[in-house]
């Protein structure tokens, strides 16, 4: 039987591999780039790690432990009031410079460079702090529920069942 008299259901399986690996590689060349420029670049990389843990397994090993250290950080930081009232705040601040960014305002006196400078990018960069801050919200208030109450050691967060 020749290769041309194969099924096509082969294909599909190669197809999903390819998509899943090309995701995986934009997720992290986005999150490298929100790393610098304004966005969620940790989630990004976590998330394009992720895919590509499905299918190597040095992937994997990176994984595992920066998704352990941010869970740890996540649940340190809806322990204490003041902790989560500042993300929230910090959260909002994103969010509305944002908005402000996306408006866009004159250029003040004080600008020693071209005006095209001033505030580049319009609502493509406005929008992409506004998002952040929407995740960061949503992120505050996943890991109230899920860890807030629970004691945090130095490597773990911990339920009260299960604290030694």
Known sequence: MSHLAQPR????PLVKRWATELSGWLLITL???ALILPGPGLLFLVAGFALLSMQYKW??????PVKSRAFHLAAKGVQT???IALST???LAVSSI?????????EPAWWPISSRWWLPGGWGTGVTLISSGALAI???VYSFHRFRGHKVFDDVAVSPARTP
């Open 31 to 33: 999150g490298v780039a």
């Open 98 to 106: 944002g908005i402000l960014w996306g408006i866009g305002f004159p």
């Open 138 to 140: 949503g992120l505050i």
């Open 89 to 91: 705040l910090g959260a």
């Open 9 to 12: 259901r082969s294909f599909l």
């Open 81 to 83: 009031w003041p902790r």
């Open 59 to 64: 992937a994997k090993r990176i994984l595992r």
